[in-house]
């Protein structure tokens, strides 16, 4: 709701389709994991939850100014996604500091839920990109892959990922743990990759940004095109994947 309903990728004319804005970056590690060329893609999805004609009766266009009982029984008000934040928990970073213009205060927030696009009621906003969609893709080898993006999810902004073998199964939580389980042994094991701590201001995807320009850095001061794993010529084939994707989408 934040980003993609009442944020800056809600509408296309403005911005992207949702595959693109969010997910580009799933699309390229599935085709990074693959090694093979993708051959056939399809994909389905539309904006089925965040829309006018979900909205409730009697629902005001801004949370501030709904009634109570709606409001109470509505997980997507701004008022608990940002009010509550700053006055419960003092929370004053992401996402309350988007929405303001400013130093983050009570005062503030609700001067940006009254007067500005994150106060709107999530069944009022001019959003009009997808709120699901899957995407399908078979590689030259005979593999397939399948990708589910969702907006409704306990997890905000977590991947979840799980890749079948012919000898076993990986599965991660989006988080720090990867299982393995070996269908020989029919046992799981627990890996736990070691946590590069770095202190920069680049802390944003897991530090991975601060890690994309040291690396990009490196090999220009080197150089050295090997430091590069992954190019410009592999983010545009899978850039491409994208595309195709949302055209199969749409020609349904």
Known sequence: AHSYVRGNWRNEETSSFSLLAKSCHDIDILNYFMQQKCTQISSMGNLFHFKKENKPESA??????????????????????????????????????????????????EKALEDGPYGRCVYSCDNN????????????????????MIACTKDLCVRKTRIFGTRGELECDGEYEIKHFDFLTQ??????????????????????????????????????????????????????????????????
């Open 129 to 148: 990109v997808v709120d699901n969609q899957i995407v399908n893709l078979q590689f030259e080898n005979g593999s397939t892959a399948s990708f589910s």
């Open 60 to 109: 005001a266009d801004r949370c501030i100014d709904c009634p109570k009982d709606i409001e109470d029984q509505c997980p997507y008000s701004a008022k608990k996604i940002y009010l509550e934040l700053i006055k419960t928990y003092e929370h004053t970073g992401w996402p309350v500091n988007v929405i303001c213009d400013g130093e983050v205060t009570v005062e503030n927030v």
């Open 187 to 252: 046992k799981t094991i627990v890996i736990k990759p070691d946590i590069i701590n770095v202190k920069t201001s680049m802390n944003n995807h897991g530090c991975g940004d601060y890690f994309i320009m040291r690396d990009f850095v490196t090999a220009v001061v080197n150089n050295n095109q090997d430091i590069i794993i992954s190019g410009p010529r592999e983010a545009l084939e899978s850039h491409l994947l994208v595309f195709e994707a949302e055209e199969s989408r749409k020609d349904k």
